[in-house]
């Protein structure tokens, strides 16, 4: 069991870009933050077989190994890290309680880093087909599908960026959209509906990816008004339906908007002095692992300078990132 006494000065939620990212930075300036990581350490990265717009990787690098070289630079920082999911808060009560299943920790600042996880269609076979053919980020692996043939699934402001940035590789781009007009705002989908290398399947959902030992090679989609069925190759499926903040533990507590981002100001603080979020968490824009990273180190300074000026506590005796009472 967690020694109940114990105060750790910084308890990072989360192991992808942003939450490794502060934990470096926590464990420079400060020592010894808490990193507790869920079922998926080192977040969507570990999905992803290559990550080419990272600085410093002229090559490009795996997703699995970039996160692999960052908990190391974390672990040289002497960042700990827990294995667990967080199943409850209490940000309502100092110091700040978080629980793993029985194992309750506390902690004077805490990091969110907890990311967003993309919707999926239920297909049974999307998350076996990252990486070969299969993305939910065009930003993020739309160069790998140069002179080839891409399917996008959304009709909203997300799908139709997703459409217009791959025709800057892909020879063609065909958009499936479940209605007959787009819900996207209208500059954006009037971009999408008047380029040339665009093409809509209307009225239509995504029944299965089609794929072979070496990836995606087509689609199957049933058209909601007649029930017919098609077929139409291709070499990758970008799926832009959405994301879901992975939020729910902070309902009630911290503020949000009405798709569940945690709303920060100033940088990363929340509407709780002491909790900051960084990360996909609270940008629903950019989504980027450089961006995601950026925010980590902000909520790292944050919570730094918040710690620096809490009121001494005569009864605490701090070393190395613990707290505990005197005596």
């Known amino acids: 069991m967690t020694n109940p006494d ?16 502060a934990a470096i930075y926590a464990g420079r300036s400060r020592c010894c933050p808490l990193l507790i990581h869920g079922i998926q350490p080192g977040g969507q990265l570990t999905t992803t077989t290559a990550v080419d717009n990272f600085p410093g990787f002229p090559e490009g690098i795996d997703g699995p190994d970039l996160m692999e070289n960052m908990r190391r630079q974390a672990e040289r920082f002497c960042a700990r890290f827990v294995e667990g999911e967080v199943t409850r808060v209490d940000l309502q009560e100092r110091p700040f309680r978080i629980w793993t299943g029985e194992e309750m920790y506390r902690c004077l600042s805490l990091i969110i880093t907890t990311g967003a996880s993309p919707k999926l269609l239920d297909l049974g076979n999307e998350e076996a087909l990252y990486g070969r053919g299969v993305s939910v980020c065009a930003t993020c692996d739309g160069f790998f599908y140069r002179g080839r043939e891409v399917v996008v699934v959304g009709g909203g402001d997300t799908a139709m960026e997703e459409a217009v940035f791959l025709t800057r590789f892909a020879s063609k781009v065909t958009v499936v959209h479940r209605r007959d007009s787009l819900r996207a705002t209208p500059v954006l989908a009037d971009r999408a509906l008047t380029h040339k290398a665009i093409n809509f399947i209307w009225d239509s959902v995504l029944t299965e990816i089609l794929e072979d030992s070496a990836g995606v090679t087509g689609i199957r989609t049933r058209n909601l008004k007649t029930g017919n069925e ?98």
Do not use: W
């Open 6 to 21: 114990v105060i750790h000065e910084t308890i990072i939620l989360g192991s992808g870009p942003a939450g490794l990212t």
């Open 230 to 327: 098609n077929e139409l190759a291709c070499d990758g499926v970008f799926i832009a339906i959405g994301h879901r903040p992975n939020t729910e533990l902070f309902l009630n507590q911290l503020e949000m908007d009405d798709d569940g981002y945690i709303l920060t100001r100033n940088g990363t603080e929340t509407n709780i002095s002491g909790v900051f979020a960084a990360g996909d968490v609270q940008d629903h824009q950019f989504r980027q692992a450089v961006t995601a990273a950026g925010t980590g180190c902000m909520a790292a300074i944050q919570a730094e300078r918040f710690l620096d000026n809490l009121p001494y506590d005569s009864t605490l005796s701090c070393k190395k990132g613990i707290c505990m009472p005197k005596g």
